[in-house]
């Protein structure tokens, strides 16, 4: 197998489980970087919106826009950073805890589904091999 080639099952891969996920958001009407924003307060904690990006792994500008429209729909409020003025925090409100609870566990689901087609054991080689990348 060449390079190339598997270059373009990853990517196949990583495709077909997005656009499930934007569908599943699209249902609750959120976009992928809003429930990705909703999931890392969830899973992290209290973050600023910086961490948020790093936790995300976005490197575009557009989150300061996701995190305004949260915020308008009363899914995340900021509060003042206590050991700097200059920074915001954020947090999720009880109607963002409410609605991640609701997408998160469906998009778990449908990311477990597509995993299916590998084992126990050939998930835990394809994520050695694939760590292997990740400490170059």
């Known amino acids: 197998m060449t390079d ?27 976009t992928q970087s809003q429930f990705a924003v909703l999931e ?21 500008g557009t989150i300061p826009v996701v995190v305004k429209n949260l915020e ?9 950073d206590p050991t700097d003025k200059r920074r915001s925090i954020l947090a999720l409100t009880e109607a963002g805890k409410e609605i991640i609870a609701e997408v998160f566990p469906k998009n778990m689901a449908m990311i477990q589904n597509e995993l299916s087609v590998w084992n126990e ?12 990348f990740d400490l170059r």
């Open 4 to 30: 190339s080639f598997l270059l373009i099952y990853l990517y196949r891969i990583v495709n077909v489980i997005d656009r499930k996920t934007m569908s599943i958001c699209a249902k609750h009407g959120l």
């Open 40 to 60: 890392a307060l969830q899973s992290k904690g209290e973050l600023t919106v910086g961490e948020v990006k790093d936790a995300i792994l976005s490197s575009d």
């Open 72 to 80: 308008k729909l009363g899914y995340i409020f900021r509060k003042e």
């Open 121 to 132: 054991r050939e998930k835990k080689q394809l994520a050695r091999l694939l760590k292997k």
